[in-house]
């Protein structure tokens, strides 16, 4: 005779429905989790490596434009210390030239002559070479008082010229590029009108600014 035992519980559950098939009542969740789209993910991965390579590129010109500045700084200004040694040699020749009084130049025989004008060409063809250099003179006479590019060191009583005009050279300035080598010193009106297109409203004189 064969023993039959009833099974009941959890393990009667399994045993009953070994597939786990849904049975009245009950549902079963067959769904997969969802994957990315290949294609997404794709045009990601390619709107990244677009902006890196934007970025990378305008790095590379930015690079690029400071080298070529940088080294056209180089090549102008690298005789800037050079050109500045030269001009107080320019500065002791005309300081000779002008410790010649007039009435000596014009007596002066054929000897002192020839040393004036062998000092004169001197003093030129200094110049000239220091301009092929990118050493340019300033010619402040007449300009408004810039203290970028002048240094007052007087003022000069004159109602008949702007306020601040620049009426005389103590000594010559140069620039060298777009930079100063040295300022040139000079002297300024002071209590002219005050033009708007030579100073500014309110504008007080550079020897007055020093002083506040």
């Known amino acids: 005779m064969t023993d039959e035992t009833t099974k009941t519980g959890p393990d009667a559950a399994a045993t009953d429905n070994p597939a786990g098939f849904a049975q009245d009542g009950e549902t079963v969740d067959t769904a997969q989790p969802s994957q990315p789209d290949p294609v997404e ?3 990601a991965e390619n ?8 970025r990378l590129a305008a790095e590379m010109d930015n690079l690029r434009r400071r080298t070529e500045r940088d080294v056209k ?15 107080a040699v320019s500065d002791n020749l005309r300081r000779t030239l002008d410790a010649i009084p007039a009435d000596a130049r014009a007596a002066a ?5 020839t040393l004036i004008e062998g000092v004169e060409m001197t003093e030129r063809s200094m110049l000239s070479a220091l301009e092929r250099h990118g050493v340019r003179q300033i010619e402040p006479v007449g300009q408004k008082f810039d203290p970028n590019f002048h240094q007052a060191m007087f003022e000069i009583p004159n109602a008949e010229v702007p306020n601040n005009t ?17 300022p040139a ?15 500014e ?3 007080n004189s550079p020897l007055d600014e020093k002083d506040a």
Not at 109 to 113: H, P, Q
Request: charged share 25%; net charge positive.
């Open 47 to 54: 709107g990244d490596l677009r902006d890196r390579y934007l």
């Open 41 to 43: 993910l794709l045009k």
């Open 201 to 203: 409203p309110g504008s």
């Open 166 to 182: 620049v009426v005389q050279v103590v000594q010559a300035g140069y620039v060298i590029g777009e930079r100063v080598l040295r």
């Open 73 to 87: 700084d180089a090549k102008s200004y690298s005789v800037a210390s050079f050109a500045r040694d030269m001009l």
């Open 185 to 199: 010193m000079v002297g300024v009106a002071k209590g002219g009108p005050k033009l708007a297109d030579v100073s």
């Open 109 to 113: 025989d054929a000897g002192l002559k």
